[in-house]
């Protein structure tokens, strides 16, 4: 059983194009998260909701938007696709936000390997 | 600036070994800090929890301390395999942060 899963896993596609990214997890958990890891393999949070709540909204471009039709699935889209947006995206949950310790252990899906041309 | 840094990018030991990787932390007041193993094409595993009043964890043949004075916690694995070749981030949760931060890894090699 998969815990966290993401479609597509890889995604190549022209500058100036709009792209959406899925997630779902069946962990029972509270908080999604979106990260973006670039070719140094620094992950940076970009998006945290708890419960469809926006909690975390980093300093990302609002070509990002993010939705959350319910607690189990967290989907990303991008518009106007930039050459800089290349990178992996990972989804992750995790039990809580703020639980401490352990509940906000995070569960990371396989990656979405984004490549803009 | 706040910061956490793994000082190595990468590290190559002998098979059975004793690995030792380095996380440092500047400007945080954390409330504990986690190990993660990721392996190419994957996303990142929990491998152990440490909270800011502890000094050591183990688990199996991995062990974290955690020094707050010298901000820093070191990850060992004892008796290394090539199994365990990976990289490792270390992540850090600041006690009045809503998110963890994550350093940006150290790529282990461990050769036969």
């Known amino acids: 059983d998969t815990a966290v899963s993401q479609t597509p896993k890889y995604l190549v596609t022209q500058m100036g194009n709009d792209k959406s990214i899925k997630c779902e997890q069946n962990l029972g958990h509270d908080t999604m998260y979106w990260y973006k890891q670039d070719s140094k393999k620094f992950l940076k949070i970009m998006f945290s909701y708890n419960n469809k709540e926006l909690i975390i909204n980093e300093t990302v471009p609002n070509r990002f938007s993010p939705k959350s039709p319910d607690k189990a699935h967290l989907n990303l889209h991008i518009n106007s696709l930039e050459l800089g947006d290349s990178a992996v995206y990972f989804c992750?949950?995790?039990?809580?936000?703020f639980g401490g310790g352990h509940r906000e252990t995070q569960y990371f899906g396989p990656g979405t390997r984004l490549l803009v041309l | 600036s706040q910061k956490i840094e793994q000082n190595s990018e990468a590290l190559n030991i002998q098979e059975g070994k004793t690995a030792t990787l380095t996380c440092n932390y500047t400007n945080y007041s954390p409330a504990y800090l986690q190990w993660y193993r990721q392996d190419p094409g994957r996303g990142p595993v929990f491998l152990l929890l440490?909270?800011?009043?502890?000094k050591e964890k183990r688990k199996e043949r991995l062990k974290v301390t955690f020094d707050t004075t010298l901000k820093q916690s070191l990850f060992h694995i004892t008796a290394s395999q090539p199994a365990d070749s990976a990289t490792y981030l270390c992540?850090?949760?600041?006690?009045?942060?809503?998110?963890?931060?994550f350093g940006s890894g150290t790529r282990l090699s461990i050769r036969p």
């Open positions: 992750a949950s995790s039990q809580e936000s």
């Open positions: 992540a850090l949760k600041a006690s009045s942060a809503s998110k963890i931060i």
């Open positions: 440490i909270r800011e009043n502890e």
